[in-house]
């Protein structure tokens, strides 16, 4: 059974950089076919993808937010990790890891989500 589990800061100061760790269980980052994902939910709307890193290390960034994001991941500790530049109160949101399947075509394993406020 793959499990997730987010870790980081809840609170970031404005213009600060967020900076939250994934880290995976029951399954490697590196096994073909699978993406591991960021997606978070600001309070009172929907979904929204940040981006993946893929078993390869190769990633994608989501267009509006790619100025500003690095996903990295350490292999050794089975581990992704989100970097989110010059947050503002609008990046205030549950963030989740996920992992994907180019297969499946879905998410299909997700962490249980973090909260992290942007707030002086």
């Known amino acids: 059974q793959v499990q997730l589990q987010e870790s980081g800061p809840g609170l970031v100061k404005p213009s600060q950089t967020l900076s939250l760790t994934c880290s995976v269980s029951g399954g490697s980052i590196t096994t073909n076919v699978y993406y591991w994902s960021w997606i978070r939910q600001p309070p009172g709307k929907g979904l929204e993808c940040i981006g993946h890193i893929a078993y390869s290390g190769s990633t994608y960034y989501s267009p509006s937010l790619k100025s500003r994001t690095s996903i990295s991941r350490d292999t050794s500790k089975n581990q992704f990790t989100l970097q989110l530049s010059s947050v503002t109160p609008e990046d205030t949101a549950v963030y989740y890891c996920?992992?994907?399947?180019?297969?499946?075509?879905?998410?299909?394993?997700w962490g249980q989500g973090a909260q992290v406020t942007v707030s002086s």
């Open positions: 996920a992992r994907g399947s180019s297969e499946a075509g879905r998410l299909d394993y």
